[in-house]
């Protein structure tokens, strides 16, 4: 079991200069702390308009600054957002590209098509068409990077012979991801042999048949790009503290800060229904159904909020599902105080990381001496 970070940068208002640059700050200080103790990635997504939810507009940007303060944490670049009004095809490959070679190698590269209305809407895309451009850009992009030259003449880009530069450091190139809401999604993923990024948080039991299914059909996978990347990561909250009771209600001001803050990314969707938009992603499953059974009014069981032990116990039953990672969101609008969210990482990282791996558990002593 392996344990990252992922980050929406949400932010609270008033929009400040100084409130802004607070957030971007206070997320690289607890990158920085995570590559000491042995933690090894870092997500941060890409969204666009939504205020206080997610002013990660530009995650290459935040990956870069995190790059050269780092040193071993990988770099999960974007979710790179694969829709033609928003993003070129090649500058995702060139960005992603650029990334892997400052930070020697550590790009992660993750692919979407974003999952609201008020940025598809914002960039006049066409709602129907985003799988379809999203399956041709995961296809061309793995070619940009390791054919000297390239063309390509498809539906949603055409480019004439070019050498895109410059290529990455990995060889033959950094694995390739799918971001996972709706159902589904983890079997495209397996089909094209990319790992599977699951962002609809649920009870651990409510994902195994999930996780089974991808694992049963990566088996035939036709890799889109020059392997196959079987790995599943589920995003996450966590919050750890010696008072397990604190801990819990620190996690759930985060929840209810987040699904508040999301609550604009549904009543869009609900004002303009879409087909293939089914999911609503991280949120869904955050929100209770009032009018639901009474055990199913509680938060899901997966979450990460309690002492060490509860962490251990609740990690492990991730591991027996079949997760082999779990990034986890520690921030919600800067709800948390910096040095309660550091102190819940060294903490993690000292009495519960050990359990699930010899690395990490020489790097979380080492940070702790």
Request: aromatic share 10%.
């Amino acid at each position: 079991m392996k344990f990252g970070l992922i980050y929406e940068l949400s932010t609270p208002r008033p929009f400040t200069r100084e409130t802004q640059k607070a957030v971007f700050e206070h997320a690289i200080e607890q990158v920085v702390v995570a590559d000491e103790l042995g933690f090894s990635s870092v997500w941060c997504v890409e969204h666009h308009f939504l205020e206080e939810y997610s002013h990660a507009s530009c995650p290459d940007m935040f990956l870069a600054a995190v790059a050269r303060e780092t040193k071993r944490i990988r770099l999960g670049f974007g979710i790179a957002t694969c829709v033609p009004a928003m993003h070129h095809p090649i500058r995702l490959a060139e960005k992603a590209a650029f990334l892997d070679i400052l930070s020697g190698g550590r790009v992660e590269f993750g692919t979407g098509r974003t999952s609201t209305w008020n940025e598809l809407g914002g960039f006049n895309a066409c709602v129907d068409d985003t799988k379809r451009s999203w399956d041709e850009y995961c296809r061309v992009i793995p070619q940009m990077w390791q054919q000297e030259r390239y063309g390509y003449e498809g539906s949603f880009h055409t480019m004439p012979e070019r050498n895109v530069l410059p290529k990455p450091w990995q060889e033959p190139h950094p694995p390739l991801w799918v971001a996972v809401t709706g159902h589904g999604t983890e079997l495209d993923a397996a089909d094209r042999g990319m790992g599977a990024l699951i962002l609809s948080i649920a009870d651990v039991e409510r994902n195994i048949p999930r996780f089974e299914a991808y694992r049963e059909r990566v088996k035939k996978a036709e890799p889109v790009g020059a392997f196959v990347n079987d790995q599943i990561a589920v995003a996450n909250w966590m919050f750890c503290h010696r008072d397990g009771q604190y801990a819990r209600q620190r996690g759930e001001e985060m929840v209810a800060t987040f699904g508040y803050m999301a609550g604009q990314t549904v009543e869009i969707s609900e004002a303009y229904p879409a087909s293939n938009y089914t999911a609503i992603g991280l949120l869904g499953t955050l929100r209770p159904d009032p009018h639901a059974p009474g055990e199913q009014k509680l938060p899901p069981s997966g979450l990460c909020f309690g002492d060490p032990a509860t962490l251990v116990d609740t990690v492990r039953r991730w591991e027996a599902a079949g997760a082999d990672h779990l990034v986890f969101m520690i921030q919600a609008r800067e709800t948390v105080p910096q040095q309660e969210v550091l102190d819940s990482l060294r903490l993690f990282a000292r009495e519960v990381m050990p359990q699930f791996g010899a690395q990490a558990s020489r790097r979380a002593a080492g940070a702790a001496r």
